[in-house]
């Protein structure tokens, strides 16, 4: 029998950097899988967009990088929809990735709350975000059930949520890291500010299940004095989290070194094979037929409280587009559609 992989040919990693892509590798000999995730301009143009506070606008970088992360492991058509709720000055956040690589990210917060943080220097992600959950959902469409994986949030960040998520929801040993931050750059009318982000995840996916159990298990609720059954962490696993680990935020943003120099950087001495990189970019799903539906799904009286000077205004959370509609252009049709 042939070996497939003794085809692929061995080649120099690309030196060039792609921005927007994600990259999927695996590392055979430590049996680990996972994705780089590089963006430019698909990040710049949603957080420029809403123009938030600056540390409101690197965490829901780092919200964006993780959820393209996430959402393009999907196998099927759908969406991919992070979103925080918890008792921080961010109160929540929210991200849509649609397959095969779309996303869209808004986030809500208390001004003062976080004008205050920025003075007192506590921006830090898990100061920012505060207790509540991270919830995870699969939509596959309105004919398909939804999954819904939840997470506590404990004053921690989305690195440590995505951790404690794989760890007990999906009992996969994962690990992400995530970066972002601006780089300014000379323009026409000066230099502009520009947001980059990056992030790393790595998944240990060995055949046999019994390797991939993890060492810190909590106790849960034994009683004091029981013997806890520790359990010892596969030496692949160490190894290829260890390396994980090592990754800095320079390497996930700088434009002069590519995914694939990354991945081989990291793991050149067990050999490492990349796939084919996927295009990601910011764009939102709303129109004025959805905004329109929406609105008919209200009851007379709502939209009635929605009028203003004599007219209803959506504005779409994620992307600022404003639509605008005749009060009667909505009842006029809903008395034709019955
Ligand atoms: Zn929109």
Known sequence: MTNPELAIPVREPEQTGSDDTILPFAVKALDLRG????????????????DYPTPVAKLLG???VLTVMLGSALKFEGRFILQTKSDGPVRMLVVDFASPGTVRA??????????????ANAVEPGKLLGHGHLAMTIDQGPDMSRYQGLVPLEGGDLEQAAHEYFSRSE????????????????GAGGPRRHWRAGGILAQFLPNSIERSRQADLDPGDAPPGTTVHVLPEDDAWVEGR???????????????????????RLFHERGVRVFRAAPVQAQCSCSRKSVENMLRSFSQSDRDDMVENGRITVTCEFCNSTYVFQPDEITAQDTTAS
């Open 171 to 186: 009992q996969i040993p994962t690990r992400v890291r995530l970066a972002v931050a601006e780089e300014f750059r000379a």
């Open 106 to 119: 808004c986030a809500s917060f208390d001004a003062e709350r976080v004008a205050a943080a920025i003075a």
């Open 242 to 264: 260890s390396l994980i680990a090592t990754v800095n935020d320079i390497e996930l943003l700088d434009p002069a070194l590519s995914s694939e120099r990354l991945a081989y």
């Open 35 to 50: 994705r780089i995730v590089r963006l430019g301009a698909a990040v710049d143009t949603i957080l420029t967009g809403h």
């Open 62 to 64: 780092e919200a964006i």
